[in-house]
């Protein structure tokens, strides 16, 4: 356990300030955003996506039960990406289609 | 090729920080959102080159790009098609999506595994996937009471299988990291994630419909903590990063969301309410109940100067937002000032109510928070209450007995008049007796609110 962190400062550095970053960055959210930020946010953990893809490069070609697993999971990530954007941007689009002076 | 990836990865990395950052300020969200998705596609599609860059076509590109092409024309389509209303449940269900992508991988990845690995990195590997795997369920099961499908459970049974579960998530490794138990490392992903998905469940089941928001807060918050634990698993810092982000932001948020409802979040979780006792619903039947008429009302509204409109789920239910844009325009035609006042935690979400509302043209600057209204609430001649119930209750300030003694509310009770809209006297989700409907300034309509909302249009125009 302890060697596995110090064999992985920077990582555990680079980690606790991510956690720190991601408070302070939404911390003056006004509470009319918090379902397009939650929705935002959401999209953003998507990017598991990216281990997906890793993933399915180094599934054997003909490993069928696997290939349908990586597939499932991708598109599972693809979903909750384009989904999460979409539906963001939905959101956001309701509150700015006039032309209004905001706080 | 690696270059191009980690300078990729490190604009996708900076456009997330900005995209959450711009998505908590109102004239930039839009853009926060824009920027955010710029480079999430940018990190995909270096991922994808990355990884298959001169490999040729094999049939696991294919099925990626089917997948990635499926996927986004499938998220589109139904993010366009949802009504405003299941906005909420919508998140919930791609969160689930992030979730199951996140248990898959844990069992595509535990088979990568051999032999004498590292158990620490296996414990990784094993956490994000229970915590990926109780996310889709949880998430799911957060979708079906959302959409009305899905009943709470709190029975013992429930409650004891969620404690077991729990604890069996975290003993099973915890035994098998020390050799109590031998497992193969296939085996225990299997037990464990069987033991998350039913615990995703028995963990929703028994949490209150209202209380759907927090948790779904708090499960999208731990999809990216499986997003981040995944990123450690692949050494993979866009992974990390986004996945952090979104798991500590996600838990404020939660907090913020608990604190608007002066709960704590482990009573959320566990279900309840803060000392309820038997005795505080008793005023019921001692309430004088003042019905009024939809002609009765549009008379006294037609000769008002200040209303103030106090929108619900009850509202987002009936589909009335519009209507309520409708009454608004029409008595603003007479003179009358319209103020909408919207309490953090009405719909099922904070800020439900105003997406509601944006989208049925309701101007911005009508929009009140609570705290902007409450200290001159006196000088409205008429609060509407249109499918509201706790965030009105006084007794929430007065009666230290009730569950829900001490949250904030709108105190529509000082208003000179009160009109509450509602079909029938069921309790709100609280399950307390509301004594605004007993005081004296307050009467009850009881209709649906789209048929009250239209009745009181067309009275009005006959006025006129």
């Known amino acids: 356990m302890f060697e596995f962190i110090s064999a992985h400062q920077a990582p555990f550095y680079f980690i606790v300030l991510c956690i720190f970053l991601g408070i302070e960055i939404i911390s003056n959210v006004p509470a009319i955003l918090h379902t397009p930020l939650m929705s935002g946010a959401n999209a953003i953990h998507g990017v598991i996506l990216v281990g997906a893809i890793i993933t399915m490069q180094h599934i054997p070609s003909d490993d069928y039960v696997n290939l349908t697993l990586g597939f499932i999971a991708v598109f599972l990530g693809t979903l909750n990406i384009s989904g999460g954007f979409f539906v963001t941007g939905r959101i956001l689009s309701m509150f700015s289609n006039k032309k209004k002076k905001q706080q | 090729m690696s270059t191009i990836l980690e300078v990729s990865y490190f604009l996708s990395m900076i456009s997330f920080i900005v995209g959450l950052k711009y998505l908590s300020s109102p004239q930039k969200a839009k853009l926060g959102n824009l920027l955010a998705g710029l480079g999430m596609t940018l990190a995909i599609i270096v991922t994808v080159t990355g990884s298959f860059y001169g490999k040729g076509f094999s049939l696991n590109l294919i099925l990626l790009l089917i997948a990635v092409f499926a996927g986004t024309v499938i998220g589109k389509r139904m993010a366009d098609k949802a009504e405003m209303t299941r906005m909420p449940q919508l998140v919930s269900y791609f969160n689930a999506m992030g979730g199951g992508c996140a248990l898959l991988l844990g069992i595509l990845e535990a088979q990568q595994v051999h032999g004498d690995s590292n158990r620490t990195a296996e414990v990784v590997l094993l956490t994000a996937m229970m915590i990926g795997a109780t996310s889709f369920s949880g998430s799911i099961i957060a979708y079906l009471k959302l959409a009305g499908k899905q009943k709470d459970q709190k029975t013992l049974a429930v409650v004891v299988l969620s404690r077991i ?185 904070p800020g439900h109510m105003n997406v509601l509302l944006a989208e049925a043209d309701v101007h911005y600057d009508k929009l009140k928070e609570m705290e902007e209204v409450n200290d001159d609430m006196a000088s409205y001649d008429m609060a509407i209450v249109i499918g509201a119930n706790d965030v009105v209750n006084p007794a929430a300030e007065k009666d230290a007995d009730s569950p829900i003694y001490g949250m904030p509310i709108i105190k529509a009770y000082e208003a000179k008049q009160v009109v509450v809209i509602k079909r029938g006297m069921s309790k709100g989700y609280a399950g307390v007796e509301n004594s605004l409907f007993g005081e004296e300034n307050c009467s009850l309509l009881f209709a649906d609110a789209k048929v009250a909302l239209n009745g009181i249009i067309n009275e009005l125009k006959n006025i006129a």
């Open chain 2, 165 to 349: 579960a729990l604890f069996s998530l975290i003993l099973i490794p915890v035994f098998v990291s020390y050799q109590f138990l031998s497992l193969t490392l296939m085996q225990e992903v299997c037990i464990l994630a069987g033991i998350a998905l039913l615990y995703g469940i028995v963990f929703v089941l028994p949490i209150g419909g209202a209380d759907m928001p927090v948790v779904i807060s708090l499960l999208n918050s731990l999809t990216g903590v499986a997003t981040a634990l995944a990123g450690i698993m692949f050494h993979n810092i866009i992974m990390i990063s986004g996945g952090i982000f979104v798991g500590s932001a996600g838990v404020l948020l939660t907090l913020l969301m608990c604190k608007a409802m002066n709960r704590s979040l482990w009573n959320v979780l566990a279900g309840k309410f803060k000392g309820k006792k038997a005795g505080s619903g008793a005023a019921a039947e001692e309430m004088d109940i003042k019905p009024t008429s939809i002609g009765e009302m549009a008379t006294n509204l037609a000769f008002a100067n200040k209303i103030a409109i106090i929108p619900g789920y009850g509202l987002a239910v009936a589909q009335a937002q519009h209507l309520c844009a409708q009454l608004e325009n029409i008595l603003e035609s007479k003179g009358v000032e319209v103020h909408y006042v919207i309490h953090p935690v009405a719909g099922r979400m």
